[in-house]
Structures are given as C-alpha cells and as structure tokens.
C-alpha cells in the first residue's frame, strides 16, 4: 500500500457526480454492475464493508479498472476495518457515523475519508480531525435544505449527502451545495443485476450524471 494523492481522488470523485453504494454485491456480478455503472458516466464506487467477502471484491474492482474507477469502502465503523479497506485497495472511505479512528487511519496512509455527520458541529468536528468530505447522513431525514443550511456557514467543508437519494431530488441536494451525492438502490436495482440487465444499470447511471450535470450548469 502506497500513500495516494488524496486531492487528485477527491476530485475524482467528485467528478463522477454520485457515488455508487454497492451494499450485499455479489462477487459474481461485481465486475459487471461496476462497468455498466462506468459506461454510464458513474466512476465512483462504494462496496459496504459489511457485505460478504467486500475486501475481495474492493481488490477486484482496483484491479480490473486501474484509474477509471476509484474504488472505495463504505460502512467502516473502526480503524482496523479502515485499514484492511485501504489494504485491499480502496482509494476512499466511508462511514455512516464520525469515528476519530477511521479518519486518523485515513490520513495516516494518505487515502480520502467521508465520515457521516448530521450537524454543523459534526460536519465542522469531523473536518478539523482531516475529513476531507463529510457524508452528510440520512439525507432524507433534513432534505436539501439542510445540506444548503449546513454549506452556509461552513462553505469550505466537501459535503456528500447519502441516504433517500434518487433521481427525483438528486439535482435539488447539488443546488443546495453538495460537491457530490451518494446512491444505492436508486441506482443500482437489485432485480435488474440478478436478471442481468446490467443495461439497465448504464441507463440509470446515465440519468444521475445528467441530472447532476444540469444541475451544476
């Protein structure tokens, strides 16, 4: 493992618009839920820690696309998880809550770190420990318009809210200030990879990175 370029990941991931949060993927598929969300404009990648063999399947994923994808892990609770993530591969990590560990490991070995926050002390708090963007969580319970309340008087910190977000309101959390949005079942349909319609997959990738697009312009 070498230390990364953690501005340069950033932007990546912000560039992809959404981050796509693969919660229970299946080794089997993973390669191919993951190039259909890349043909659809989505290049950053979520695989939950708490999905079966997911360090597998992080080192999979690193490997089969290099720098056309950024890889990371989601669902860290603690150090130790963060750092088998960061072993496997991950070039970022996401928790759901704000663990000193997680970001101090994070910043250890140079990779980007999201944790979750829901309030301007936890965004602020979270930032000062070297967060690079925080995961606003669930985005849902405070709308857009808590994401715009937060950016407010904290415009420097990257906000990424996740949790409730689709193709409905994705373009709102951008207008309100979101540097980037994270999605899972909205984009990625269970049913439609277990038939195989990975086409589908592309297709719903599609409409985020146009909907997130519009939005920015």
């Given at each position: ?20 949060v ?14 259909a969300?890349r ?30 994808v ?44 999201a ?38 008087p ?13 193709l ?9 200030g ?17 038939a ?14 146009e ?7």
């Amino acid at each position: 493992m070498t230390a990364l370029d953690t501005h340069r990941d950033v932007q990546r991931i912000v560039d992809s618009g959404v981050v796509a949060v693969l919660r229970g993927a299946d080794a089997g598929t993973v390669i191919e839920v993951v190039e259909a969300l890349r043909e659809g404009g989505v290049t950053a990648v979520e695989i939950t820690a708490d999905t079966p063999g997911a360090m597998g399947m992080i080192g999979e994923v690193s490997g089969s696309f290099g720098d056309e994808v950024v890889i990371g892990a989601g669902t860290v609770l603690d150090a130790e998880t963060a750092r088998s993530a960061l072993l496997s591969g991950a070039e970022f990590v996401v928790s759901p809550t704000l663990d000193e560990g997680v970001v101090r490991t994070c910043n250890r070995y140079g990779v980007v770190t999201a944790p979750g926050v829901f309030t301007p002390t936890e965004a602020l708090r979270g930032y000062e420990l070297g967060a690079d963007v925080v995961k606003v969580f669930p985005a849902s319970t405070g709308g857009p318009s808590h994401v715009k309340g937060i950016k407010g008087p904290l415009p420097q910190i990257p906000i990424m809210p996740t949790g409730g977000i689709d193709l409905d309101n994705a373009a709102d959390f951008i207008e309100a200030g979101a540097e980037v949005v994270g999605a899972g079942s909205a984009l990625v349909d269970d049913e439609a990879v277990e038939a195989g319609a990975f086409d589908e997959v592309t297709e719903t990738a599609r409409k985020f990175t146009e909907t997130i697009d519009a939005a920015r312009e």
